[in-house]
Structures are given as C-alpha cells and as structure tokens.
C-alpha cells in the first residue's frame, strides 16, 4: 500500500513529518528534512510520494521538483561528518531533525518521525517505524532529504574524485572500501565508523 495522509489528516493542527538520509554512509552529512503540507496533498503529487528507498533516481527527481511548487512549507539541515565522528550517527541525526524543524517558517503542533525515538522538538512528537512508506507527510521528507544528500555528495565528488562519491554517495560499497585503503580518509569521512578508522589506522601505521 502506498503512504496516504489520514494521520496527518486525524490532527486538529500543522502537522510536520520529518525523516532523515544518509545514517549507513561512510562519509559525508547526515542529512534530515521536515514537510508540512498546508493543504491536503492532490491525488497527482500523492501519486509521485513513496519511501525514498522504493524509488529509483529519476522517480525521486521527479517527486523532488514537484514538491518544491507544492503547496507545503518545508525546511532541511544537516549535521557534518565531524558532529557524527563526536555525538555518533544517533545523536547527529537528532540534531539534524531538530534544525530541520526549528527552521520551518511555521512550527507545527505535531512532528511524525520516522523510526521508533524522537529529538527533542518544541512540539509534540509521535515515532511511526516505517512512517516514510505510511505517512506522506514523511514521504515527502524523506524525498527531500536524499535527493538533496545526493546531490551534495556529488559536488563533493569534484573535489575528492578519487574515493568516486558520485557513484555511492558515501556507502561502503567494495569501490569505496578500495578506495579508503589506498587513500586513506579525506575530512568528509566519519570517524568512529569502523572502516573509516581501519583505513586511517593502516595510513598512520
């Protein structure tokens, strides 16, 4: 079944859904978006919003740009790869919640996270697992948080061609394996991540 907006419609109030992209890489931002719809989603952009994860690039691109002329405030924000190496991925994730929120033009009364623990907002919170194929509101945060994550790894990719960030956007994949070894990390790799300190140990070594 695809995500519908009878939570968000059950709530006397603005209701924000908010999801997060980029907790598994092994590099770059953890990247999180909160959207609220101040009408009703029409059937046609409904139609284009799934789990970011269910679509496929050019579907996310397209879901992206039709979002950005829809009738919704929406805010994303990030926390760097040097907040995740000193809070951990958890906590980093948090705060990037938090400043997506904080930076909505209107607070809302409700925040639907997806996943099962929410940061501290300055409204009342509600975990759904899996909220992102449920919810709209947090399908359409989800869209926006990784296809802005993605395109920001691919700038960083000019500048560090050789760990090849435009291909995996920062997951462990063999070439980024690869790549971490014989390079060693550059600053956009998250330290505490096991990979990531294997790699830098052998480069001190």
Known sequence: MPPDFSVEASHDGRVAGVDEA???????????AAVIFLTPPPAGLAALLDDSKRLNAAQR???????????ICFAVAAASSVEIGRLNILVATHLAMRRAVLRL???????????????????ETRCII????????????????????DRA?????????????????????????????????????????????????????
Not at 131 to 146: E, N, P, T, V
């Open 105 to 123: 033009r209107v607070i809302p009364g409700l925040a639907l996270i997806d996943g099962n623990r929410a940061p501290m907002l300055p409204c």
């Open 61 to 71: 691109d397209i879901a992206y740009a039709a979002l950005l002329t829809a009738d």
């Open 153 to 205: 790894m691919r700038r960083l990719d000019a500048r560090w061609p050789a760990y090849g960030f435009a291909r995996h956007v920062g997951y462990a994949t063999a070439m980024h394996r690869h790549a971490l070894i014989q390079h060693g990390p550059c600053p956009h790799h998250r330290r505490g991540f096991a990979p990531v300190e294997e790699a830098h140990g052998a480069r001190a070594a």
């Open 22 to 32: 980029g907790r598994g890489p092994l590099a770059g931002p953890v990247l999180a």
């Open 130 to 149: 899996g909220g992102d194929a449920l919810c709209l509101s947090i399908a359409a945060a989800s869209i926006l948080a990784k296809v802005t994550r």
